[in-house]
Nanobody
Framework: QVQLVESGGGLVQAGGSLRLSCAAS????????MRWYRQAPGKQRDLVAVITSGGITNYADSVKGRFTISRDDAKNTVYLQMNSLKSEDTAVYYC?????????????WGQGTQVTVSS
């Protein structure tokens, strides 16, 4: 069982910045990939960014150049630095961990943290 705890959400004006944190209950170096998703009211949950155990990152087109995903293995924490925030970034942000289990993978989710960007 892996527990993920997100923090860092809040209310920010458009153009501002926030940094989200996702603390894992196990060593993240053993996690295949960690991802940030977001879900706006009435919309599906969308992938925002991913970082693999090897440090490879990828981003949704809508956040490229504005968001940065990173990891601190010593703290078992993954971060999402969000700059130049827009009103359309308003959503609940969820941390996800993909963990190898036997011959397959299991996905764990955090409880989510609300990000609200006022225009």
């Amino acid at each position: 069982q892996v527990q993920l705890v997100e923090s860092g959400g809040g209310l920010v004006q458009a153009g501002g910045s926030l940094r989200l944190s996702c603390a894992a209950s196990i060593r993240i170096i053993s996690i295949t990939a960690m991802r940030w998703y977001r879900q706006a009211p009435g919309k599906q949950r969308d992938l925002v960014a991913v970082i693999t155990s090897g440090g490879i990152t990828n981003y949704a087109d809508s956040v490229k150049g504005r968001f940065t995903i990173s990891r601190d293995d010593a703290k078992n924490t993954v971060y999402l630095q969000m700059n130049s925030l827009k009103s359309e970034d308003t959503a609940v942000y969820y941390c996800n961990a993909e963990v190898k289990s036997g011959i397959g993978y299991y996905n764990y989710w955090g409880q989510g943290t609300q990000v609200t960007v006022s225009s």
